[in-house]
Nanobody
Framework: QVRLVESGGGMVQAGGSLRLSCVTS????????MAWFRQAPGKEREFVAA????????YYADFVKGRFVISGDYAKNTVYLQMASLKPEDTAVYYC???????????????WGQGTQVTVST
């Protein structure tokens, strides 16, 4: 079972930036997809962004378009989420996930990291 480990979370003021990283424990098929989801207290896990390792296409939730960028470095088994113009409502635990396609549905992903906390203060 491949393991995913996120890092890069922390506390930042509104308007600030953070870059999250997610490393997989082993090389995966290049056609697989990596995604970021997030879960705020008392809310369901929601899709943020997804990308295929090939990097040909990326998909974003409407609420992060123009602010977040997902990218991947296949050689390093690492996917990134560059977050800018952060808002207090972006506060959540951010999870990376591995799956066969760039879906926005959590149940379609096969492996998950343990999450990294992002807190945006006013």
């Amino acid at each position: 079972q491949v393991r995913l480990v996120e890092s890069g979370g922390g506390m930042v003021q509104a308007g600030g930036s953070l870059r999250l990283s997610c490393v997989t424990s082993e090389r995966t098929f290049s056609g697989y997809a990596m995604a970021w989801f997030r879960q705020a207290p008392g809310k369901e896990r929601e899709f943020v962004a997804a990308i295929r390792w090939s990097g040909i296409s990326a998909y974003y939730a409407d609420f992060v378009k123009g602010r977040f960028v997902i990218s991947g470095d296949y050689a390093k088994n690492t996917v990134y989420l560059q977050m800018a113009s952060l808002k207090p409502e972006d506060t959540a635990v951010y999870y990376c996930a591995l799956g066969g396609g760039t879906s926005d549905r959590a149940w379609e992903y096969d492996a998950w990291g343990q999450g990294t906390q992002v807190t945006v203060s006013t």
